[in-house]
């Protein structure tokens, strides 16, 4: 029995080898703690941008948590005025969800109204700007300009990792 569940532990240590380097486009082995970043394409950065505001509006915490970059490698997310975001609370990853669930309870809507993608800067990230119509039970809908980044990956989920915004 223990002979059998050797044999069975090292050819499974051999295929996750095998597949774990074969994934990797450099021959160096990589798993989901190891992202593999590539060049963000517009319709996946919109895509993402989409993701974010549907899951804002509706209060889905698991997705808005996942749309942003995790505390490793999270910049800022930023906003002027009502529901102000700014400074050193702007770069707290911790705090992001709270920020959002209290926006969803004075039931806060974004809804984008232009949106472009400038590209990527390397393979390291996606920039993009928007200008959206933000309202809330304590706002008055209002216009609001701004600006992002994203980072994508080969082997996992494309994250925000920079959002600010202002009131235009």
């Known amino acids: 029995m223990t002979?059998?569940?050797?044999?069975?532990?090292?050819?499974?240590?051999?295929?996750l080898l095998a597949s774990s380097t074969a994934a990797g486009s450099s021959g160096r082995s990589s798993t989901i703690d190891e992202p593999i970043h590539k060049a963000?394409?517009?319709?996946?950065?919109?895509?993402?941008?989409q993701r974010f505001v549907t899951s804002f509006i509706r209060g889905d915490l698991p997705r808005l948590g996942a749309v942003f970059q995790q505390e490793r490698g999270f910049e800022w997310y930023s906003t002027h005025g009502t529901g102000e975001r700014l400074r050193a609370r702007a770069t707290h990853r911790r705090s992001l969800v709270t920020y959002f669930v209290a926006r969803h309870r004075r039931g806060e809507g974004l809804e984008v109204t232009r949106f472009r993608f400038n590209g990527p800067n390397g393979v390291a990230y996606g920039n993009f700007?928007?200008?959206?119509?933000r309202r809330a039970s304590d706002l008055d809908p209002a216009r609001y300009d701004g600006k992002g980044a994203t980072r994508c990956f080969s082997n996992a989920p494309d994250v925000i990792f920079v959002w600010s915004m202002g009131r235009a």
Do not use: P
Request: glycine fraction near 8%; include cysteine; charge should be neutral.
């Open 3 to 15: 002979r059998a569940l050797t044999c069975l532990s090292l050819g499974a240590i051999s295929v």
């Open 40 to 49: 963000c394409a517009a319709v996946e950065v919109r895509g993402l941008v």
């Open 129 to 133: 700007e928007f200008t959206l119509v």
